[in-house]
């Protein structure tokens, strides 16, 4: 008992920690920002109207990588062989990226190395798999492509997602949460690094909602994507947890990135480039505020995307074929409030322009 209590203390310590060194840092990054004149300017396809130093989630990955190395450090040498090459490889490029720009093809060629060194270091560490996932025999070739895949999507579509105040951030700490929540009540490891990775959101959110002090940038933003998708993936390989909570959880971003991509290339634009037909920057042309548009996407997590994964998770061990249908039915009401939120802003956008030329 009294090993536990201090585990526990240990553990909130770390927590606290790790959001106090994420604030610190990101205060740090604002004046250096200032000092190399990284800033985003306001333009079309930007929602906001000052220029606002960027790559302030250089102070998340910071505190990420001290938090998690303090609560892994009793654990060995296999979460940090797996998971801290991939974390420097994608903030890396992420930072330089927000500090010049590089070529959308070397920015991918990164992320999929990282993906790639998480999946297969699992693979040959076998004791980072649960027992069952490691022996899936002819099957571990074709779930570890589509496992690399789908963090190198996360990636990508978090960075999508990075354009309102707060917005990326409220979305990783509450998916993190959650899942940190269930994995920690479940008995199942890997809960105290995903809160961990929760506080560094949390140290870093004042300064960036509802006022943006400072922006994360594609450094903080591709760490993100990969840390969400990681802790996804692992959290689907535990019998203990419904495998579809992580996706539930996601399908507001997944939602709008990945309907947005398809719609683009069906209407043969260059869907890679830089644009502003997400959902929530439709909303912002319609005048929503950037408050209020993160409250819907959060309103859609707490009413809808949580309630859902409680309802999976109230009985041990759920399995896949009771869990399967309730996250389809979750993305198709995401789906169906996309497709609708999407002619709505379209036709409102229309109205105030006819408006403004009568």
Not at 188 to 194: S, T
Request: net charge positive; hydrophobic share 55%; proline share 5%.
């Amino acid at each position: 008992m009294a090993f536990a209590y201090e585990a526990c203390l240990a553990g909130i310590a770390i927590v606290v920690a790790t959001a106090a060194l994420a604030s610190i840092v990101t205060a740090l990054a604002i004046r250096y920002a200032h000092h190399r004149r990284l800033f985003d300017l306001p333009g079309q396809r930007r929602a906001h109207r000052v220029p606002t130093p960027r790559g302030g989630g250089i102070a998340i990955v910071v505190a990420m990588v001290a938090g998690g190395c303090a609560c892994m450090a009793g654990e060995g040498t296999t979460w940090l062989v797996l998971l801290l090459p991939p974390v420097l490889g994608v903030a890396g490029v992420g930072w330089l990226d927000d500090h010049g720009g590089l070529s959308a093809l070397k920015r991918f060629v990164v992320h999929v190395l990282a993906a790639a060194w998480m999946v297969a270091g699992a693979i040959l560490l076998q004791d980072a798999l649960p027992p069952h996932v490691a022996r899936a025999g002819a099957l571990m070739p074709l779930a570890a492509v589509a496992a690399a895949l789908a963090v190198v999507w996360s990636i990508n579509l978090h960075n999508f997602m990075d354009g309102l105040n707060g917005l990326l951030t409220l979305q990783a700490m509450f998916v993190l949460a959650v899942l940190a929540a269930l994995a920690l009540l479940r008995g199942v490891p890997g809960g105290m690094p995903m809160l961990v990775c929760g506080a560094a959101c949390a140290g870093f959110l004042p300064f960036n909602f509802p006022r943006a002090r400072i922006f994360m940038g594609d450094v903080g933003s591709g760490v993100l994507g990969f840390v969400v998708g990681a802790g996804v993936l692992w959290q689907a390989m535990h019998p203990d947890i419904a495998p579809t909570s992580g996706l539930v959880l996601c399908s507001a971003f997944v939602t709008d990135a990945t309907c947005t991509l398809v719609s683009r290339m069906l209407h043969g634009r260059r869907w890679y480039s830089a644009h502003r037909e997400h959902l929530y920057q439709w909303l912002v042309r319609c005048g929503f505020s950037h408050a209020r548009i993160v409250a819907l996407y959060m309103g859609w997590n707490l009413l809808v995307a949580l309630p859902v994964v409680g309802w999976m998770n109230r009985v041990p061990h759920p399995s896949m074929s009771t869990t399967l249908v309730p996250a389809i039915t979750v993305h198709a009401v995401a789906l169906a409030a996309w497709w609708f939120g999407k002619r709505w802003c379209l036709r409102h956008v229309r109205e105030r322009s006819a408006h403004a030329a009568a």
